[in-house]
């Protein structure tokens, strides 16, 4: 079974980099056909896409957030990296990461981690 496991900082002060590790078993990330996304749910708010990473290594960003959205991975680790620079208050949520046979279809999510941008 496949499973995703979202880790990082609980607590970002505006102006940093916030930066999320997914850890993913059951499955190698460079799998064939399949996507590797970040979504992000504000408070109150639906969720948002923010960018994935394909079977190859190649990215895909978000138009709103491509500026300040970096996604890696570390295939000796079988993990996913997010990092989102210059943070705002805005930036507080919840992200997950999902893998899926496309970047905008999911099967499996994981649990999700709580973050808030606050001074």
């Known amino acids: 079974q496949v499973q995703l496991q979202e880790s990082g900082p609980g607590l970002v002060k505006p102006s940093q980099t916030l930066s999320l590790t997914c850890t993913v078993s059951?499955?190698?990330?460079?799998?064939?056909?399949?996507?590797w996304s970040w979504i992000r749910q504000p408070p109150g708010k639906g969720l948002e896409w923010m960018g994935a990473?394909?079977?190859?290594?190649?990215?895909y960003d978000s138009p709103s957030l491509e500026s300040r959205t970096s996604i890696s991975r570390d295939t000796s680790k079988n993990q996913l990296t997010l990092q989102l620079s210059s943070v705002t208050p805005e930036d507080t949520g919840v992200y997950y990461c999902?893998?899926?046979?496309?970047?905008?279809?999911?099967?499996?999510w994981g649990q999700g981690t709580q973050v808030a941008v606050s001074s």
């Open positions: 059951g499955t190698s990330i460079t799998t064939n056909y399949v996507y």
């Open positions: 999902a893998v899926g046979s496309s970047r905008f279809q999911y099967d499996s």
């Open positions: 990473i394909d079977y190859s290594g190649h990215t």
